[in-house]
């Protein structure tokens, strides 16, 4: 977690310097870059967490939220580049016809990844809430499969510890129908409605400028891969 700060605080330190020598197409596409690497990251780490959580080490899913909001964070810090990078390269009275420029492009990657960071963050908060409630149902203070030292080593001490994980488990087995219901609402809450109307807005307007990119290439017959592609993740997002 130290070491991810450090790449943070560095990427901040990056950025602050492209946009202060106003390279803000640099600053962007860095951010993207930097977005799609680290998301992926916290996803594989969230995965492997759930797969198999006794070896999960010191690694919760509340250090997963806190990653997943400073890199929300550090994606909203690229909205001043964004913005000056589109006012620089797209005329105040619009481009002719159907014309999008490269600008258009990457400023509507960054908003896909800037919705695909809160959904990240939005499920994290999500799932480290219902842990925390299903540990305090079976008496483990937030960590489900946690089982606490007994007295005792080698095939006895084992023995013991396997029965207090399947006892644990039994409890929280016959509690699945109540939590559910807490689940759901735990959700509910987590996710905020102006963040999501905020996504959504977000992805409406990157697949209506990427659309137009399909329309002039369906006229030329050539098209940046790149943005049809893009313009698929706006729309699966």
């Given at each position: 977690?130290?070491?991810?700060?450090?790449?943070?605080?560095?990427?901040?330190?990056?950025?602050?310097?492209?946009?202060?020598?106003?390279?803000?197409?640099?600053?962007?596409?860095?951010?993207?870059?930097?977005?799609e690497a680290f998301t992926g990251l916290v996803e594989a780490k969230e995965q492997d967490l759930a797969r198999d959580p006794l070896n999960a080490g010191a690694l919760t899913r509340v250090h997963l939220l806190h990653l997943a909001t400073s890199l929300c964070d550090a994606v909203e810090a690229c909205a001043p580049s964004r913005e000056a990078l589109l006012a620089n390269t797209v005329p105040v009275e619009g481009l002719p016809g159907e014309m999008v420029v490269p600008s258009e492009v990457l400023a509507a990657r960054l908003d896909i990844w800037r919705a695909r960071c809160s959904s990240t963050r939005r499920d994290l908060a999500s799932a480290s809430q219902t842990e925390a409630a299903l540990g305090a149902a079976v008496g483990t203070g937030g960590a489900l499969f946690t089982v606490a030292p007994r007295p005792g080593s080698g095939e006895d001490g084992e023995v013991d510890e396997m029965a207090a994980l399947a006892k644990k488990v039994d409890v929280w087995m016959e509690e699945v129908d109540g939590t559910i219901v807490a689940e759901?609402?735990?959700?509910?809450?987590?996710?905020?409605?102006?963040?999501?109307?905020?996504?959504?807005a977000l992805l409406a307007n990157a697949a209506t400028s990427l659309q137009l990119v399909r329309a002039d290439a369906d006229a030329s017959g050539q098209a940046s891969a790149g943005a049809l592609a893009c313009r698929v993740d706006a729309l699966v997002e």
């Amino acid at each position: 977690l130290a070491d991810a700060q450090a790449v943070f605080s560095a990427s901040e330190d990056v950025g602050a310097a492209l946009h202060g020598a106003a390279l803000h197409f640099e600053r962007v596409a860095g951010c993207v870059a930097f977005a799609e690497a680290f998301t992926g990251l916290v996803e594989a780490k969230e995965q492997d967490l759930a797969r198999d959580p006794l070896n999960a080490g010191a690694l919760t899913r509340v250090h997963l939220l806190h990653l997943a909001t400073s890199l929300c964070d550090a994606v909203e810090a690229c909205a001043p580049s964004r913005e000056a990078l589109l006012a620089n390269t797209v005329p105040v009275e619009g481009l002719p016809g159907e014309m999008v420029v490269p600008s258009e492009v990457l400023a509507a990657r960054l908003d896909i990844w800037r919705a695909r960071c809160s959904s990240t963050r939005r499920d994290l908060a999500s799932a480290s809430q219902t842990e925390a409630a299903l540990g305090a149902a079976v008496g483990t203070g937030g960590a489900l499969f946690t089982v606490a030292p007994r007295p005792g080593s080698g095939e006895d001490g084992e023995v013991d510890e396997m029965a207090a994980l399947a006892k644990k488990v039994d409890v929280w087995m016959e509690e699945v129908d109540g939590t559910i219901v807490a689940e759901t609402k735990v959700k509910q809450e987590a996710r905020e409605l102006n963040e999501l109307e905020t996504s959504v807005a977000l992805l409406a307007n990157a697949a209506t400028s990427l659309q137009l990119v399909r329309a002039d290439a369906d006229a030329s017959g050539q098209a940046s891969a790149g943005a049809l592609a893009c313009r698929v993740d706006a729309l699966v997002e």
